[in-house]
């Protein structure tokens, strides 16, 4: 039945064309969500210890709406294949939550946002088209362009410091493991495929931050702010990857990044960070046209 519904969905072609215009409020509330919880992440005086706590509550919390989902779906599996590409992307996850925090913790989030962000979108980008066989409309190929030029604009390599090499290797991590999720999710239930990612990612974090001694890591300190970054962070990912199983990696990786849209402007209007504003101003305007030229094409 399952298969017959999806040979008759994409035989329509209006609701086909229609996908990515379906998805696109999708990715943009998973970009504030994802912003939200980087802020919160950055504002903590441990932010790995944080980031083991939020993905094991985020695991506990999204298994009873993922167990109604696949008794509702009627219990899909999910095949090998689909187990060692959410293995494999939970070590990659391990390593961006390593770099993430090395970053926070030496530099400013406006500065390693974007530059963790923005390098991603481009490896993305071209993993998709080269390796992935996608293509894009011509309309969507110059909102990409856009898209990527704005994310460079409001990027500030030369304030990021010691900050820089981890916030890079933070992009490349996102480009790696968004290019298996997008092969992953499109093996079966992306929602079964996000649960065994985030329990794997979580069973990683914790075991590290046990033989590293990181301070603060145990599921119990802080619950509520635990459970609150869980829930952004879970949420935002989920949404990500339901996007990933229906339209190309190609326009859902650089769209996501409008989340550097907030970043810049909350550290531009509400923590000073001044300069250059008007050229990541300029930046996060071609980034919103970037949108739209993806959302019409």
Known sequence: MGARLRAVFWAIPDIKSIVPLAVLPLVLLAAVF???????????????????????????LSLPPVAVAWILTGRPGLPLAGWLLALASAILELIYFI???????RGELSVVYPIARGTAPVLAVLIGLVLLGERLHLSA??????????????????????????????????????????????????????????LFGAIFLVVYTRVRKVPGSRPTDE????AAVGALMTAAYFMILF????????????????????????????LGERRGAWLRVAGALTIVAGIALLTIS
């Open 34 to 60: 994802h912003a939200a919880w980087n802020a919160l992440l950055k504002a903590s005086e441990n932010p790995l210890s944080l980031a083991a706590r939020a993905l094991t509550w985020g695991t506990i």
């Open 99 to 105: 770099a993430l925090s090395t970053a926070y913790q």
């Open 141 to 198: 190929a110059f909102g990409v362009v856009a898209l990527l030029g704005g994310i460079w604009a409001v990027r500030r390599p030369a304030a990021a410091g010691s900050a820089l090499w981890p916030a890079l290797l933070t992009g490349v991590m996102i480009a790696a493991y968004t290019s298996l999720d997008r092969i992953g999710v499109r093996l079966g239930s992306p929602w079964i495929y996000g649960w065994l990612l985030w």
């Open 223 to 226: 619950p509520k702010l635990s």
């Open 243 to 270: 996007a990933l199983s229906v339209a190309p990696l190609a326009i859902i990786a650089p769209l996501r990044e409008s989340a550097i849209v907030l970043v810049t402007a909350w550290g531009i209007w509400r």
